[in-house]
C-alpha cells in the first residue's frame, strides 16, 4: 500500500498547512496549550477559523496566551479552560463543561524524562499523564466527537522516542521493575500511538479518526527535566546553548500534526502515523532517525492498551 505524502516538508509551519483551509463553524481543542508546540497548532487552527478550546493546568499561564493570540489574531475566538491530566476526575469535570460538537482535538501535552511518580489515581506519571489522561479526554467526549458534522479528528502527539519501548503490560507502571525515566516516555509515546489505531479501530464507524504523529526535534518546555550537561551531550544544543540547527522551530514543530488534524486529503484516515507531513515509513537501520517500530502500531497491542486504560478509570 502506498504511503500517504504531502506537498509539506521538515521545514513547513502550521500556519503554511492551512493556508486555503476553512475551519469556520468548527470547533477544536489543544490540549498543552501554554507554550511550544500547543501554542502554535492552536493559532493556526485559529487563523484558519475555528473555535479552539484550550483546556490547561495553569490558568494565568492559558490566559497570558490568549490574550497573546488574540492581539496576534483580532476576531479569533479561544476558550480557556481548567484541566489536569494527572487527574481523571479533573479531566471529567473539564469535559463535561463541553456541550457542543467537536470537530478536532489535538493530543499536544505532555511530559518527558521526569523523575520517578505517580498521578492523583496512582498511575506511573509519564503513562498516566501523556496516555491515560488522554484516554479519560476523548472517551469523555466521544458523544461530542460523535457530532461532528463531516466527522472528527483526533490527533495523538507520539515521538520518536516510541522506539525506546514498547508498552509492558505486565507492569505498566514500573511498580516491580526499576524506573527509567526514557523508558518510561518511550512506553507512554507507544502508548499515545497505539490509542490512534484504538480509537480508530473503535470508533471509524461512528465518523471518528484518530492517528499519531510525531513532531520532530523542538526545545521546548518538555526539557524541563533535563540537566544542561544531559541536553549537550545529546548534542541537542552546542557548547553555547544553541539548539541544534537540525532542529525545527515551534511552528515547524506544530506543522504535522496542525496538517493531520485539517487536510482534507486525510479524511477518513486513521490508524497511521505520521512525521514531517508525510506517513512515516516502517522503521530500517539504515535511516534510524526516521520510521515508525511496528510495536507502535500492533492492533493488538492497541486493543491490550484500550483495554488497560479503560479498566485502570473505571474503578
Not at 486525510?266 to 512525521?275: D, S
Amino acid at each position: 500500500m502506498d504511503l500517504i505524502t504531502s506537498q509539506f516538508g521538515y521545514r513547513s509551519s502550521s500556519l503554511d498547512v492551512v493556508e486555503g483551509i476553512d475551519l469556520r463553524g468548527r470547533h477544536a481543542l489543544v490540549t498543552g496549550a501554554t507554550s511550544g508546540l500547543g501554542v502554535e497548532t492552536a493559532r493556526a487552527l485559529a487563523s484558519a477559523g475555528a473555535t479552539v478550546h484550550l483546556p490547561v493546568r495553569d490558568t494565568t499561564r492559558g490566559q497570558a496566551v490568549v490574550d497573546e493570540l488574540t492581539r496576534d489574531l483580532p476576531g479569533a475566538n479561544f476558550v480557556l479552560g481548567a484541566m489536569d491530566l494527572g487527574s481523571v476526575a479533573s479531566v471529567r469535570a473539564y469535559a463535561a463543561t463541553l456541550t457542543g460538537p467537536l470537530d478536532i482535538l489535538v493530543a499536544n501535552a505532555g511530559i518527558m524524562a521526569t523523575p520517578a511518580g505517580r498521578t492523583v489515581d496512582g498511575f506511573e506519571l509519564q503513562l498516566g499523564t501523556n496516555a491515560i489522561g488522554h484516554f479519560v479526554l476523548v472517551t469523555s467526549l466521544l458523544e461530542n466527537l460523535r457530532r461532528a458534522n463531516d466527522g472528527s479528528r483526533v490527533v495523538m502527539l507520539s515521538s520518536i522516542a516510541h522506539r525506546i519501548a514498547g508498552v509492558d503490560f505486565d507492569d505498566p507502571h514500573f511498580t516491580t521493575r526499576p524506573y527509567d525515566p526514557w523508558v518510561s516516555y518511550g512506553q507512554s509515546k507507544s502508548a499515545c500511538s497505539l490509542l490512534g489505531v484504538a480509537l480508530t479501530a473503535h470508533y471509524a464507524g461512528d465518523g471518528l479518526f484518530a492517528n499519531a504523529v510525531h513532531p520532530g526535534g523542538i526545545m521546548t518546555g518538555l526539557q524541563k527535566h533535563m540537566t544542561e550537561e544531559e541536553i549537550r551531550s545529546r548534542g541537542w544544543v552546542d557548547e553555547h546553548g544553541e539548539p541544534n540547527p537540525l532542529f525545527k522551530t515551534p511552528a515547524q514543530g506544530a506543522s504535522t500534526a496542525t496538517w493531520v488534524a485539517t487536510s482534507p486529503d486525510l479524511a477518513g484516515v486513521g490508524g497511521h502515523y505520521f512525521e514531517d507531513c508525510q506517513e512515516a515509513k516502517p522503521w530500517d537501520a539504515s535511516s534510524p532517525m526516521t520510521g515508525v517500530m511496528p510495536h507502535a502500531l500492533d492492533p493488538e497491542s492497541a486493543q491490550r492498551l484500550w483495554e488497560l486504560c479503560d479498566e485502570a478509570v473505571s474503578n
